[in-house]
């Protein structure tokens, strides 16, 4: 089996020969952002997850700009984490926009202005989670650009239980984007759904979600960077 890093090389060499990656360049590094990104959008809307939802986090890349609009135009509440998660957690309510700002909102400057800075005791429970991803197995492994972020948010969620074993988590990707099989790990997040251009690819599942942060296993740089994750720290007994 290919390492992650292997899986992400390959990946975002194959979009740029493929001519199917976006700005921002260069993509490696990144989430890669993706030709039908916006197609992606509207597959994953019409899932009866999504339209059930009333909170929907959502990650700041900006292959997943189309499913934050989305979520502001269909009224649902907008969880959005900081890059990196410096600054926490945003949320945006449609309720509180008016409609010609929702696009604004749903970018990254946008919603630093139109969204407040959300402490994590005031959190919204989250009904779907959407990730970026660099590549995703058919199996629903999921690789990222190598942070660890989104498991840093998700173990947050899950420490804070306003998310569950249940809680779905799609991916909004290319299909250029699936792969055979993917390394996992123990803190690894794991996916319900790959949502692409053409199709949605219901996984099984095959692995547990992570059930919190694995404190012993987390870097003391990510405690000495983000404030969120040292407050959520002083709270364990």
């Known amino acids: 089996m290919l390492s992650k890093d292997v899986i992400r090389r390959n990946i975002w060499r194959l979009l740029e020969e493929s001519g199917v990656s ?18 992606a959008a509207e597959r994953l809307v019409s899932q009866p997850e999504f339209q059930g939802a009333e909170v929907v986090k959502v990650n700041p890349d900006s292959p997943q700009a ?8 269909s009224g649902k509440v907008l969880v959005m ?9 945003l949320v945006l309510d449609p ?18 202005r139109y969204g407040r800075p959300c402490p994590l005791e005031s959190l919204p429970k989250v009904d779907l989670i959407v ?15 190598g942070g660890g972020y989104s498991e840093l948010e998700y173990g947050i969620l899950r420490e804070l239980e306003l998310i569950d074993e249940s809680t779905p988590v799609f991916t909004t990707i290319h299909d250029l984007q699936i792969v055979d099989e993917a390394p996992k790990d123990e803190y690894d997040l794991v996916v319900d759904a790959i949502v692409t251009p053409s199709k949605v690819i ?7 979600k992570p059930t919190g942060i694995i404190w012993e296993k987390l870097d003391r740089r990510y405690l000495e960077e983000i404030p969120v994750l040292r407050k959520l720290k002083s709270q364990q007994v």
């Open 22 to 39: 976006r700005f921002p360049k260069p993509i490696e590094g990144r989430i890669p952002n993706f030709d039908g990104a916006e197609k």
């Open 66 to 73: 189309p499913v934050r609009r989305r979520v502001l135009a």
């Open 131 to 145: 990730a970026g991803s660099v590549a995703v197995s058919r199996d629903g492994v999921r690789v990222g650009k």
């Open 95 to 112: 309720k509180r926009l008016s409609g010609r700002v929702l696009a604004k909102a749903s970018t990254i400057r946008g919603a630093f």
């Open 81 to 89: 984490p900081t890059p990196r998660l410096r600054k926490g957690f």
């Open 202 to 208: 219901r996984v099984g599942k095959a692995f547990p």
